[in-house]
């Protein structure tokens, strides 16, 4: 038996998934993994929803990355940091009545690799004298200290 053969699939077995990736194509991720992700992920904005109800905006901050890197973008604006996006929130939001009481909604958990979600949701906030709310598109990496969101991109419906 000649091993040209053997060495042509064991090539074609290892290079054609890095094509397939390359190409953007998704690789499944089971359904037990998926599920378990997006419950963790959840789970990351249900505390930051939580913190935020309770006036806390530094345990807000918990569910971001905190990294020079990180993205928030709201209000035509682009903030890069997580303590400038920390900074930001605290100049916005300087007491518990402007913080209001925050809802989110609609989440839609899209797991695009084992390591990487994008979610899709709404925002509301009610607050005695109005009641702004919005969309939101988060990036979230699974990091050493879990699921955390890399990228923010926030609007208002106002």
Known sequence: MSLKPVLIALA???????????????????????????RAITAVLMAQQNAWNEGDIDSFMLGYWQSPDLRFASGGSITRGWQQTRDRYHARYSDKSIMGTLTFSDLEVDLISADAAIVYGGW???????RPSGL?????KRMDAGWKIVSDTTTSAD
Request: hydrophobic share 45%; net charge negative; proline share 8%.
């Open 12 to 38: 074609g077995s290892v290079l054609l998934p890095a094509c397939i990736a390359e190409t953007g194509t998704r690789l499944p991720i089971p359904i037990e993994a998926d599920a378990e992700e997006t």
């Open 136 to 140: 939101f598109t988060l990036v979230f």
């Open 124 to 130: 509301a906030l009610q607050r005695e004298e109005d």
